[in-house]
């Protein structure tokens, strides 16, 4: 059974950092390329970051470019953000996505419960 | 970057119903497109991949078509559980969600 379990969210003041981490079982963790998908109180859903299967790989949305950093560590099957310089727009439940197929530009299916950072002062 | 509009943004209908919604994408983006149902307080739920492949274990009633920038999903013989959100989400360059259909019971 595929699980995927996130932690690290918490209240965290503007411009602060926190580390996100995703631990993942049930697949093989070194094939799948994996994501991070973000959803602020009341609101849809916003792509945040993909990693390739490898760790080679990275892509961002505009909106976390140059403050967020996506990394895997594939003797752990463990996948991590890294946010920085956090706003109150990045207030969110953030979710762990698995791909669904080998390669990066699949579709997503499974995710994680989620974890909530909540930027405030 | 390809933008994804959904409509209706929310709907009521009655057990048994047929309900369709409907997702454009802004540019051709093949049948790289899913379906996702999320509930109150929980994770999204794949649906449908591919445009048209149901997920495993998810009930026929649900179903999906389309290609290239218009797409649509339908549920035959609403049921009581099937009360959530509804997300298409393209994933043909990077990764893009409409911003979701609402349905509701009568």
């Known amino acids: 059974e595929v699980q995927l379990l996130e932690s690290g969210g918490d209240l965290v003041q503007p411009g602060g950092s926190r580390r996100l981490s995703c631990v993942a079982s049930?697949?093989?963790?070194?094939?799948?390329?994996m994501s991070w998908v973000r959803q602020a109180p009341g609101k849809g859903l916003e792509w945040v970051s993909l990693?390739?299967?490898?760790?080679?790989?990275?892509n961002y949305a505009d909106s976390v470019k140059g403050r967020f950093t996506i990394s895997r560590d594939n003797s752990k099957n463990t996948l991590y953000l890294q946010m920085n310089s956090l706003r109150g727009e990045d207030t969110a439940v953030y979710y762990c996505?698995?791909?669904?197929?080998?390669?990066?530009?699949?579709?997503?299916?499974?995710w994680g419960q989620g974890t909530l950072v909540t930027v405030s002062s | 970057d390809i933008q994804m509009t959904q409509s209706p943004s929310s709907l009521s209908a009655s057990v048994g119903d047929r309900v369709t919604i409907t997702c454009q994408a802004s540019q051709d983006i093949n049948d790289f497109l899913s379906w996702f149902q999320q509930k109150p307080g929980k994770a999204p739920q794949l649906l449908i991949y591919e445009a048209s492949n149901l997920e495993t274990g998810v009930p026929s009633r649900f179903s999906g078509s389309g290609s290239g920038t218009h797409f649509t999903f339908t549920i035959t013989n609403l049921q009581p559980e099937d009360i959530a959100t509804y997300y298409c989400?393209?994933?043909?360059?990077?990764?893009?969600f409409g911003p979701g259909t609402r349905v509701d019971i009568k």
């Open positions: 049930g697949f093989t963790f070194t094939s799948y390329a």
């Open positions: 996505v698995k791909g669904g197929h080998s390669g990066s530009l699949t579709h997503f299916d499974y």
């Open positions: 990693i390739s299967s490898s760790g080679g790989d990275t």
């Open positions: 989400q393209q994933y043909d360059n990077l990764f893009t």
